[in-house]
Structures are given as structure tokens and as C-alpha cells.
């Protein structure tokens, strides 16, 4: 009998939310204006779905609605938070770029880059649960820092950052602090006021809703920071990321804030649950398994099980019915190992034999019983083959 597919891999992306389609479709219909024109009645319409969504998104992060600027994804607001600020520090002499080693590729390859110009660009190691060292954050940033960047949470084995004591620590030298929290939004509770920090990038597509479709909040908005656009055009967002801008996708970003808002506490728990239940039972299955990163302070839920003496790959190519991941979906396509696990000391076979489960919205208890026989299954299977 062929098993019905299951999908767990929910940190690459989710399932839009039937509630944010609904949202969207009037404005690929109905509503069709350019919301940069206000002189007729579609504009105005555009422009007010567009202004509703900002302050839905601004309510999620505790933010007022001036400080969001809408982009085309978490990509884009972290290569805007990074580059534009340190393009704009450099002109006072602050050329230092504080990050981590377990960041999405979006943080790490524009700080490359800023190195490549002559920014210096220091990189903080992390423990054996992919947690930055507070201790190397004291070290490094001072006075010649412009921006640390450090992620809210890991996006492959979930370990939540102290980013209120970082955003500390940077405060005392005038350093800025971004956070991607591409990973966190919608998934736990979450207040830039209380961690302190000055830009924190985020993506629809990660919390059930359209692909396509990110913001950056921006302490004070634009205009109280020091932060130049990446790339220049019409005015849209205020200057800060021209455009015109995808108004559907804009709604239906504004209507998954207002859903995880409202549940974001309760569809914790219930995530917590089936995934402390499914490690339970694949652990009970098969000892030897290791569960990455840090089992109390991650996402409620992502995991991270390293299956020891199968390759990753051919574990899932074995279970063609569970949609799963072995890492970043940005970076999965490349033969190199998780750098994030190879961050926290794991070793380059380890990382190779590493898979990782993140469960949604929509995923049931039934589902994560049958995940957690079928991988049991086809792991002893490859070891006998």
C-alpha cells in the first residue's frame, strides 16, 4: 500500500494558510491599483490593504507600523540591514562587523563580502548546542563596531540566541544589532523592545503565508538610522526599498501576523508536544541516535537527529513519503557538510548523516507516529544492506 506523503519540513517553508489566501485573493482581482498613486479610488484601496498588513505585522513583533519596510524576503532585508549599514557606519570610521557562525547564508555571505571591501568582519564561535559564546561577543565588539548580526534562532537544529544580553553588550559601545529572526517569527512569542535590538529581518513564507514577501523593522523607521538602500529606484517605503510593491502578497503577510498573534502561545505548545513525543518514539526505536542542539532552549519545532553510519540523503531517499530536510533549504543542494554543524564540533560524517524534522501547523500526532516507524525502519535497512 503507498503511504500518503507527509510533509515535515516546515523551516524550509509552510503551507500558505487557507485564512491568508482568502486574505489575498480580492487583490489580484478586485483590487488592482498601485498603491504609490493615491489620485483615484483602486490606489487609495491598494495603499489601505497595504497600510493594514503594516500594522499587523508591526503588532507580531511589538513594533509601531512606521518601522516596518516591506521587502522581497528575510534574503533581502538581511543583505539591507547588513550592507546598508555598514556602508553608512563606514563614513565615521566604524568598520567592524560582529557576527556568528551558525547564521543563515544571507547574513554570512554579505558579511563576506563587506570583508572582501575592507570591512573586518569578526565571526563568533558557538557551543555544542550552536549557541553563540557570550564571552568572544564581550571580546570582540567595541568601539570600531557598527553592526552585530545574530540570529534569533538556528534554522537547523533551532537553538534560540541570547540576543537581549548580545544587543547588551553592543549597546555599550553604540554598536547596532540586527537579528534574523527569519526562523522565530510566528513560532515563539517575541518583543524587539525587549531584546533590544535596532533591525530584525523577517519572511511570510515562514509563518504561513505567501512566498516572496518579507520586512525589516527599522528602530524609529527610516530616517532614524544610518541606513542606506541597497539598490535605488522610485520612492517606495521611503526610499529605503523601491518598488512597487506586491500588494496581494503584502495582505496576505499582514493576515499570517494577525493568525500567529492570536495563537502563537498555544500552537507553541502543541508543536513542543508532537516533537518531544516524536523523539521519544524514534528514540525508543533506535538508542543511538543524537538529537542537536539545545534540547530546553530551541524551537518548539525543529529537530535535528543525527543517524550514525547512513548517509542523510539515502535515509530520506528511502522514505519517499516524508517530505524532510538535511539542512537549509538554501544550502542543501551543495556536497559540503552543515557548516552550523560543523560549528558546534560535530564531525563532517556526522553532519553528512544528519537530517532534520520540522513540524507545522497542520501536522498531526498520526503523522509523527508514522515518521517516526518509518525512519526507524529504513535506517536499520541501510545498515544491513
Same mark, same amino acid.
Given at each position: 500500500?503507498?503511504?500518503?506523503?507527509?510533509?515535515?519540513?516546515?523551516?524550509?517553508?509552510?503551507?500558505?494558510?487557507?485564512?491568508?489566501?482568502?486574505?489575498?485573493?480580492?487583490?489580484?482581482?478586485?483590487?488592482?491599483?498601485?498603491?504609490?498613486?493615491?489620485?483615484?479610488?483602486?490606489?487609495?484601496?491598494?495603499?489601505?490593504?497595504?497600510?493594514?498588513?503594516?500594522?499587523?505585522?508591526?503588532?507580531?513583533?511589538?513594533?509601531?507600523?512606521?518601522?516596518?519596510?516591506?521587502?522581497?524576503?528575510?534574503?533581502?532585508?538581511?543583505?539591507?540591514?547588513?550592507?546598508?549599514?555598514?556602508?553608512?557606519?563606514?563614513?565615521?570610521?566604524?568598520?567592524?562587523?560582529?557576527?556568528?557562525?551558525?547564521?543563515?547564508?544571507?547574513?554570512?555571505?554579505?558579511?563576506?563580502?563587506?570583508?572582501?571591501?575592507?570591512?573586518?568582519?569578526?565571526?563568533?564561535?558557538?557551543?555544542?548546542?550552536?549557541?553563540?559564546?557570550?564571552?568572544?561577543?564581550?571580546?570582540?565588539?567595541?568601539?570600531?563596531?557598527?553592526?552585530?548580526?545574530?540570529?534569533?534562532?538556528?534554522?537547523?537544529?533551532?537553538?534560540?540566541?541570547?540576543?537581549?544580553?548580545?544587543?547588551?553588550?553592543?549597546?555599550?559601545?553604540?554598536?547596532?544589532?540586527?537579528?534574523?529572526?527569519?526562523?522565530?517569527?510566528?513560532?515563539?512569542?517575541?518583543?524587539?523592545?525587549?531584546?533590544?535590538?535596532?533591525?530584525?529581518?523577517?519572511?511570510?513564507?515562514?509563518?504561513?503565508?505567501?512566498?516572496?514577501?518579507?520586512?525589516?523593522?527599522?528602530?524609529?523607521?527610516?530616517?532614524?538610522?544610518?541606513?542606506?538602500?541597497?539598490?535605488?529606484?522610485?520612492?517606495?517605503?521611503?526610499?529605503?526599498?523601491?518598488?512597487?510593491?506586491?500588494?496581494?502578497? &503584502?495582505?496576505? !503577510?499582514?493576515? %499570517?501576523? $494577525?493568525? =500567529?498573534?492570536?495563537?502563537?502561545?498555544?500552537?507553541? #505548545? /502543541?508543536?513542543?508536544?508532537?516533537?518531544?513525543?516524536?523523539?521519544?518514539?524514534?528514540?525508543?526505536?533506535?538508542?543511538?541516535?543524537?538529537?542537536?542542539?539545545?534540547?530546553?532552549?530551541?524551537?518548539?519545532?525543529?529537530?535535528?537527529?543525527?543517524?550514525?553510519?547512513?548517509?542523510?540523503?539515502?535515509?530520506?531517499?528511502?522514505?519517499?513519503?516524508?517530505?524532510?530536510?538535511?539542512?537549509?533549504?538554501?544550502?542543501?543542494?551543495?556536497?559540503?557538510?552543515?557548516?552550523?554543524?560543523?560549528?558546534?564540533?560535530?564531525?563532517?560524517?556526522?553532519?553528512?548523516?544528519?537530517?532534520?524534522?520540522? &513540524?507545522?501547523? !497542520?501536522?498531526? %500526532?498520526? $503523522?509523527? =507516529?508514522?515518521?517516526?516507524?518509518?525512519?526507524?525502519? #529504513? /535506517?536499520?535497512?541501510?545498515?544491513?544492506?
Amino acid at each position: 500500500m503507498t503511504r500518503a506523503d507527509i510533509y515535515l519540513d516546515n523551516n524550509a517553508t509552510t503551507p500558505c494558510d487557507p485564512r491568508v489566501l482568502e486574505a489575498m485573493l480580492p487583490f489580484f482581482g478586485q483590487v488592482y491599483g498601485n498603491p504609490a498613486n493615491g489620485l483615484h479610488k483602486q490606489g487609495r484601496l491598494a495603499a489601505q490593504g497595504v497600510e493594514e498588513a503594516r500594522e499587523r505585522v508591526a503588532s507580531l513583533l511589538g513594533a509601531a507600523p512606521a518601522e516596518i519596510v516591506f521587502t522581497a524576503g528575510a534574503t533581502e532585508s538581511n543583505n539591507l540591514a547588513i550592507q546598508g549599514i555598514a556602508r553608512a557606519a563606514a563614513r565615521h570610521g566604524r568598520r567592524r562587523i560582529v557576527t556568528s557562525a551558525v547564521e543563515h547564508k544571507s547574513v554570512l555571505l554579505p558579511c563576506q563580502k563587506l570583508a572582501a571591501e575592507g570591512f573586518e568582519v569578526m565571526v563568533l564561535p558557538v557551543d555544542d548546542r550552536g549557541i553563540v559564546s557570550l564571552d568572544a561577543a564581550e571580546q570582540v565588539i567595541n568601539e570600531d563596531t557598527a553592526l552585530v548580526s545574530v540570529q534569533a534562532a538556528n534554522n537547523e537544529v533551532g537553538s534560540l540566541q541570547p540576543v537581549a544580553e548580545i544587543s547588551e553588550i553592543a549597546r555599550q559601545y553604540g554598536a547596532l544589532i540586527h537579528c534574523d529572526a527569519a526562523q522565530a517569527v510566528g513560532k515563539i512569542p517575541l518583543d524587539v523592545h525587549e531584546w533590544g535590538v535596532d533591525l530584525l529581518s523577517l519572511s511570510a513564507h515562514k509563518l504561513y503565508g505567501p512566498k516572496g514577501i518579507g520586512a525589516l523593522y527599522v528602530r524609529g523607521g527610516p530616517g532614524a538610522l544610518p541606513l542606506e538602500p541597497v539598490y535605488v529606484g522610485g520612492g517606495q517605503e521611503r526610499g529605503i526599498r523601491p518598488g512597487t510593491l506586491n500588494v496581494p502578497a &503584502i495582505v496576505g !503577510f499582514g493576515k %499570517a501576523c $494577525e493568525i =500567529a498573534l492570536g495563537q502563537v502561545v498555544q500552537e507553541a #505548545a /502543541y508543536l513542543t508536544t508532537l516533537r518531544d513525543d516524536f523523539e521519544r518514539d524514534l528514540l525508543s526505536r533506535v538508542e543511538t541516535l543524537r538529537i542537536n542542539g539545545d534540547r530546553e532552549r530551541r524551537l518548539p519545532n525543529t529537530s535535528s537527529i543525527t543517524f550514525p553510519g547512513v548517509d542523510a540523503d539515502a535515509l530520506l531517499l528511502n522514505v519517499p513519503h516524508l517530505m524532510l530536510g538535511t539542512g537549509s533549504a538554501c544550502t542543501s543542494r551543495t556536497i559540503e557538510p552543515s557548516h552550523v554543524l560543523q560549528a558546534m564540533g560535530i564531525s563532517r560524517q556526522d553532519a553528512s548523516s544528519t537530517i532534520r524534522v520540522s &513540524i507545522g501547523r !497542520f501536522n498531526t %500526532a498520526e $503523522e509523527l =507516529a508514522i515518521a517516526a516507524e518509518s525512519l526507524a525502519e #529504513a /535506517y536499520y535497512r541501510l545498515l544491513q544492506a
